[in-house]
């Protein structure tokens, strides 16, 4: 009896270790691809926040013809006006305009230069609410790089998770190949036993039974294998149709875990925590914003103005200063304490998800830490297991070929082998799971890797 082999994919092979499976991701996977992409677009929110204490140069002018009663003018007239604003809220503007009228023969020309500046003196006035904007947009930045390392973790976890299955579905139909093997070896000495007069012959049922079992075991690991090739296929973006020939062994050792230096590390690189820190120094940024927009709105005006003007008569010049104090009382505006009152239950808020966080950053630091170590030790017990069953078998089959034992015997003893190297198998995977979930939680999975943010 014989297998028919397994359906094979239709397009090229890739040999596959580990960590040819993260870098293939870190190149093609979307969801890293569309992470970067958004980084376009928050590194640019970035320079214009940054913009903002930089000159502006804007132009404006018109051009217009009139005709009435048979008789036509011209008019142009253009204004350059460069405004900026100073990290202490003074505002500057200076204006030139420029105008030229053509009424029928006659010409007339002006031109001036006019500067103003405004300098808030309560509301609006200080480098800490000017600068408001531009430090919310740096903490900003700050949380989306963390966001980016986030997912970038988050898909590189997902991918040695995957391979890791992967890696599983091969070896069950591997353990399946060899129980199959075992089982038609079973039969021939059973066929043997029974030629010789040492066996009934109704016991081959038994063993005929058997091996139809574990051929169908063989084509149902077989095709757990495909599924499992195309979810890796998923993850790394690549064609469906290629095959995967997976060149990683699935070793382990143990590793020494102390949990409250895992909690220091978790604390001090995990995204989540950091930009929550982050977000509770952005919300109170955005606190003193608005407890300053309650203020009066007091501001020190000036300026100064030159002109000239070229007309049919004669020319005249224009020039002057002035200076003073300009206010603004806002009475009965509940908006402005509304502002306040929201900026400062926000702060609070974000106090408590950073307090719940911390929280649940350490439930789960101790959970993976435990887990980690339980999985160790189930690893030691399932290899230890494994052991004797093979020693077991291997003694029930020299039992059997001098008639000491039975084919019931042999073949409860193959499926406790089975078992044994299907519970090894689950508990290697498990114990490497677990060290890399650990390492999602520390917030160190990029260093393990050896990987950075290209950003």
């Given at each position: 009896?014989?297998?028919?082999?397994?359906?094979?994919?239709?397009?090229?092979?890739?040999?596959?270790?580990?960590?040819?499976?993260?870098?293939?991701?870190?190149?093609?996977?979307?969801?890293?691809?569309?992470?970067?992409l958004q980084r376009i677009s928050q590194?640019?929110?970035?320079?214009?926040?940054?913009?903002?204490?930089?000159?502006?140069?804007?132009?404006?002018?018109?051009?217009?013809?009139?005709?009435?009663?048979?008789?036509?003018?011209?008019?142009?007239?253009?204004?350059?006006?460069?405004?900026?604003?100073?990290?202490?809220?003074?505002?500057?503007?200076?204006?030139?305009?420029?105008?030229?009228?053509?009424?029928?023969?006659?010409?007339?020309?002006?031109?001036?230069?006019?500067?103003?500046?405004?300098?808030?003196?309560?509301?609006?006035?200080?480098?800490?609410?000017?600068?408001?904007?531009?430090?919310?947009?740096?903490?900003?930045?700050?949380?989306n790089r963390l966001q980016l390392k986030?997912?970038?973790?988050?898909?590189?976890?997902?991918?040695?998770?995957?391979?890791?299955?992967?890696?599983?579905?091969?070896?069950?139909?591997?353990?399946?190949?060899?129980?199959?093997?075992?089982?038609?070896?079973?039969?021939?000495?059973?066929?043997?036993?029974?030629?010789?007069?040492?066996?009934?012959?109704?016991?081959?049922?038994?063993?005929?039974?058997?091996?139809?079992?574990?051929?169908?075991?063989?084509?149902?690991?077989?095709?757990?294998?495909?599924?499992?090739?195309?979810?890796?296929?998923?993850?790394?973006?690549?064609?469906?149709?290629?095959?995967?020939?997976?060149?990683?062994?699935?070793?382990?050792?143990?590793?020494?875990?102390?949990?409250?230096?895992?909690?220091v590390i978790a604390f001090d690189n995990?995204?989540?925590?950091?930009?929550?820190?982050?977000?509770?120094?952005?919300?109170?940024?955005?606190?003193?914003?608005?407890?300053?927009?309650?203020?009066?709105?007091?501001?020190?005006?000036?300026?100064?103005?030159?002109?000239?003007?070229?007309?049919?008569?004669?020319?005249?010049?224009?020039?002057?200063?002035?200076?003073?104090?300009?206010?603004?009382?806002?009475?009965?505006?509940?908006?402005?304490?509304?502002?306040?009152?929201?900026?400062?239950?926000?702060?609070?808020?974000?106090?408590?998800?950073?307090?719940?966080?911390?929280?649940?950053?350490?439930?789960?630091?101790?959970?993976?830490?435990?887990?980690?170590?339980?999985?160790?030790?189930?690893?030691?017990?399932?290899?230890?297991?494994?052991?004797?069953?093979?020693?077991?078998?291997?003694?029930?089959?020299?039992?059997?070929?001098?008639?000491?034992?039975?084919?019931?015997?042999?073949?409860?003893?193959?499926?406790?082998?089975?078992?044994?190297?299907?519970?090894?198998?689950?508990?290697?995977?498990?114990?490497?799971?677990?060290?890399?979930?650990?390492?999602?939680?520390?917030?160190?999975?990029?260093?393990?890797?050896?990987?950075?943010?290209?950003?």
């Amino acid at each position: 009896m014989t297998l028919a082999p397994p359906a094979t994919p239709d397009g090229p092979t890739i040999a596959l270790t580990l960590p040819d499976a993260v870098t293939l991701a870190l190149r093609d996977n979307r969801t890293i691809k569309s992470a970067y992409l958004q980084r376009i677009s928050q590194k640019f929110d970035l320079r214009v926040a940054e913009d903002k204490f930089s000159p502006r140069l804007t132009v404006s002018g018109t051009a217009i013809a009139r005709r009435a009663n048979g008789l036509g003018s011209r008019s142009a007239d253009i204004t350059p006006i460069i405004d900026m604003t100073t990290p202490l809220g003074t505002q500057i503007v200076l204006a030139a305009p420029t105008s030229h009228v053509r009424d029928g023969g006659a010409s007339t020309f002006s031109s001036a230069l006019n500067l103003a500046v405004i300098q808030p003196l309560l509301r609006d006035g200080g480098i800490e609410v000017n600068t408001a904007s531009v430090r919310i947009a740096r903490i900003d930045e700050q949380i989306n790089r963390l966001q980016l390392k986030l997912t970038v973790s988050r898909t590189v976890s997902e991918v040695i998770l995957t391979y890791r299955e992967f890696l599983r579905a091969r070896e069950q139909l591997r353990i399946a190949r060899e129980s199959f093997k075992r089982s038609r070896d079973l039969l021939d000495v059973s066929r043997s036993l029974i030629r010789a007069g040492r066996m009934a012959e109704v016991e081959l049922v038994q063993n005929e039974a058997d091996v139809a079992a574990q051929e169908y075991a063989v084509e149902e690991a077989a095709n757990q294998l495909d599924g499992a090739r195309l979810a890796l296929l998923g993850v790394l973006a690549v064609s469906a149709s290629t095959d995967i020939s997976a060149m990683d062994t699935l070793e382990s050792r143990a590793m020494r875990i102390d949990v409250e230096k895992a909690l220091v590390i978790a604390f001090d690189n995990q995204p989540e925590h950091l930009a929550q820190l982050l977000a509770i120094e952005r919300s109170k940024i955005t606190l003193a914003v608005a407890r300053n927009q309650r203020q009066w709105d007091l501001a020190a005006i000036g300026g100064a103005n030159l002109g000239r003007t070229r007309a049919p008569l004669g020319r005249a010049r224009d020039s002057g200063v002035y200076g003073g104090l300009q206010l603004v009382v806002p009475l009965g505006d509940l908006s402005l304490e509304q502002a306040e009152v929201g900026a400062n239950v926000a702060w609070r808020e974000a106090e408590l998800r950073l307090e719940a966080l911390r929280q649940r950053i350490e439930k789960e630091v101790r959970d993976a830490v435990r887990n980690a170590q339980t999985r160790w030790r189930q690893l030691e017990l399932a290899r230890r297991s494994r052991d004797l069953a093979r020693r077991k078998i291997d003694v029930e089959n020299q039992k059997l070929k001098v008639g000491r034992s039975s084919n019931f015997q042999v073949l409860s003893f193959e499926a406790d082998l089975r078992n044994a190297e299907n519970a090894l198998l689950s508990a290697v995977i498990a114990y490497l799971n677990a060290l890399t979930i650990l390492d999602q939680q520390l917030g160190t999975t990029l260093d393990t890797w050896q990987i950075s943010i290209n950003d």
